[in-house]
């Protein structure tokens, strides 16, 4: 898996708490290792993020992305962290 992360992700990135920031590269392991583990409850979006999914980075926190080609993981493309409500 070939992982990115578009200009939009770092400088949500870069403004999160070191410890979230510290959780999202335990996530990423994980998510290299098993897309779908549980614990990361990998999902599709809707409306206006139709196209896209979100895995958990912490209780509040979620990692937006897309992969390419769709559904086979082999490129993904980090494009930003929100937090829950931010996101619905």
Same mark, same amino acid.
């Given at each position: ?8 992700? %770092?400088?949500?990135?870069?403004? !999160?708490? %070191?410890?979230? #920031? &510290?959780?999202? =590269? @335990? #996530?990423?392991? &994980?998510?290299? $290792? ?5 614990? !990361?409850?990998?999902?599709? &979006?809707? =409306?206006? &993020?139709?196209?896209? #999914? %979100?895995?958990?980075?912490? =209780?509040?926190? #979620?990692?937006?992305?897309? @992969?390419?080609?769709?559904? $086979?993981?082999? /490129?993904?493309? /980090?494009?930003?962290? =929100? $937090?829950? %409500? @931010? !996101?619905?």
């Amino acid at each position: 898996m070939i992982i990115k992360y578009v200009k939009q992700f %770092s400088k949500s990135f870069n403004k !999160l708490d %070191s410890n979230i #920031r &510290l959780k999202f =590269w @335990e #996530r990423v392991f &994980l998510f290299k $290792t098993n897309p779908f583990d549980p614990i !990361l409850n990998n999902h599709a &979006l809707v =409306w206006k &993020l139709k196209w896209k #999914r %979100s895995i958990n980075v912490n =209780w509040d926190f #979620r990692a937006i992305f897309k @992969e390419y080609p769709n559904w $086979t993981y082999e /490129f993904v493309e /980090f494009i930003n962290v =929100w $937090t829950h %409500s @931010e !996101l619905y």
